[in-house]
C-alpha cells in the first residue's frame, strides 16, 4: 500500500482542557459595573 | 429523546444574564473550528492555545460590557477577532506566515493570506489542493522530506533520524524536491497565486 504521508495532518485540533478551565474562570472572576463614563470591567479576585 | 439543540444567540443572552455555563456551551460547541483556524494560521500549537485563549478574553470582556452587536453570527464574529489577533501576532513579529528558507524556491511564499473573506479563502484552498497534486508528481523519497519539514514541521535532524538518512542528504532532497517543484510548475504552466 502507498504510504500517504499527510495522514499525520488528521489529528484532532482542539484546545487543551486548561486552555478552556483558564477562560471560564477568567470569565468568572469579572464583572462589568455601569459607571458615569460608561461600563467598566471590575476584577473580582 | 435528544436535547434540542440551544442556538448561539440564546446562548450569548443568557451568557450576558449571568448565566456562566451557556458559555461553556459556546466554547465546547466551537471550539475545533476556531482552533483549527488559527493553527491554520499559525502552525504552532502553544501561540494557537495562546491565541484561542485571548479570543475568548476578548468575547468576555465584549460581551460583558455589553457592546456585542449581533448582527451576523456569533461564530463569523469570533472568528473575526481570532483572525484579528493572529493578523497582531504576525505584525508585532514584523513577519508574515511564512517558513524562513534560503532556497531559491520557498513553495509556503504562495500562501500568505491577509483576508479573510471567503473567495479568497476558497482560492487558497484550491491552491493548497494544487500543491499537494503537485508534491505527488515528486519521487518519493523527495516527496517525504518535504512533507515531514513543511507539513510535519519537522526538523532535518528529525527527518533524518526519521528516514535513515543522513542531515546532509535530507537537504539535498530537499533542495531537489524543490527544484522539481519548480519545474512541475513551470511545465504544466500552474499558476499559484491569490
Known sequence: MEKNYFFQEQIALEPKRKTINFILNFSKSIKAQK??????????N | MKKPIIADSTLVSKYISGDEKSLEILINRH????????????YDRDLTEDIFQDTFIKVIRTLKLGNYNEEGKFISWVMRIAHNLVIDHFRK??????FENSQDFDI??????????????????QILGEVKKIIEFLPDDQKEVLIYRYYNDLSFKEISEKTGVSINTSLGRMRYALINLRNIIKKKNIILTT
Do not use: A, C, H, W
Not at chain 1, 459607571?35 to 473580582?44: A, K
Not at chain 2, 471550539?31 to 499559525?42: D, G, L, M, N, W
Not at chain 2, 513579529?93 to 511564512?98: A, E, G, L, Q, Y
Open chain 2, 108 to 125: 509556503f511564499s504562495v500562501l500568505k493570506n491577509t483576508d479573510i473573506d471567503i473567495e479568497n479563502k476558497m482560492i487558497k484552498d
Open chain 2, 93 to 98: 513579529n514584523s513577519r508574515i506566515p511564512k
Open chain 1, 35 to 44: 459607571t458615569s463614563l460608561g461600563s467598566v470591567i471590575i476584577d473580582l
Open chain 2, 31 to 42: 471550539k475545533q473550528r476556531i482552533y483549527s483556524f488559527i493553527y491554520s494560521k499559525v
